[in-house]
């Protein structure tokens, strides 16, 4: 008779089984789709994300997200006013992002080394161009305005696999995804659209329409057991 150590057994059925949740980290690359491809080209960021199983086997579960992307950036240099004038550099920095976040269902189907998962997500799309001031020797601002935003209600449908790099008490697994925004119609500025006049006053060429767009994603994601 052959007897299977229980420590062993119990890894190996852990193994076989979905962790209850997992926290994950992932660089992201923005497609535009439709006409927001008009207005810019691409852009990247990153988001954070975690979910936490609401069924028996994990197999659903509760999934929550938050990411930045920016799909456009600036910079102008000059020197200060007399009598201060080139010996300090200054340069100012315009940054047109997307700070995106939503929650809503996953589905994970688990088969072996390899676990293909789906969801959808409720949340907001916040649109915002930034310009800060900083010295030309070292990238912190010192100061910092918000030239324009919008935001709305969106949602999101994505899909993926999480390709499993270990096991354990903390599995880790590489994490690829693709994912849709529905941001729908926003009003946002993009690269050119700030100009600078004479009196020192701005104008603002805002643009109008749909903003939706596909995210491709590259992370790692670790995943935790509940006791």
């Known amino acids: 008779m052959c007897w299977v150590p229980m420590e062993g057994g119990a890894q190996r059925l852990r193994e076989a089984r979905l962790p209850r949740g997992y926290a994950g980290l992932s660089l992201d690359i923005l497609e535009p789709l439709g006409k927001l491809g008009t207005f810019f080209d691409n852009g990247a960021g990153g988001q954070i994300h975690g979910g936490f199983g609401i069924s028996s086997d994990n197999r659903l579960r509760l999934r929550g997200d938050f990411g930045l992307l920016i799909y456009g950036d600036e910079q102008r240099r000059f020197c200060a006013p007399v009598p201060i004038g080139c010996r300090i550099g200054l340069h100012v920095d315009t940054k047109n992002s997307i700070l995106f976040g939503g929650l809503g269902p996953e589905f994970v189907l688990p088969t072996g080394r ?41 949602w999101k449908a994505g899909g993926g696999f ?17 994912e849709r925004h529905q941001n729908g119609i926003v009003s946002f500025l993009t690269k050119g659209d700030i100009q600078d006049n004479s ?11 749909e903003a939706n767009l596909m995210t491709f994603r590259l992370g790692v994601s670790i995943g935790f057991w509940t006791r």
């Open 162 to 178: 999480r390709i499993r790099l270990s096991d354990g008490e903390h599995r880790v697994s590489m994490d690829l995804g693709l």
């Open 199 to 209: 009196d020192g006053r701005v104008t603002l060429f805002p643009n109008k329409g």
């Open 114 to 154: 390899i676990d293909p998962y789906v969801y959808g997500t409720l949340g907001f799309s916040y649109f915002v161009t930034t310009s800060s001031l900083g010295g030309s020797d070292d990238g912190e601002a010192l100061f910092q305005t918000t030239n324009y935003s919008d935001g709305v209600m969106a």
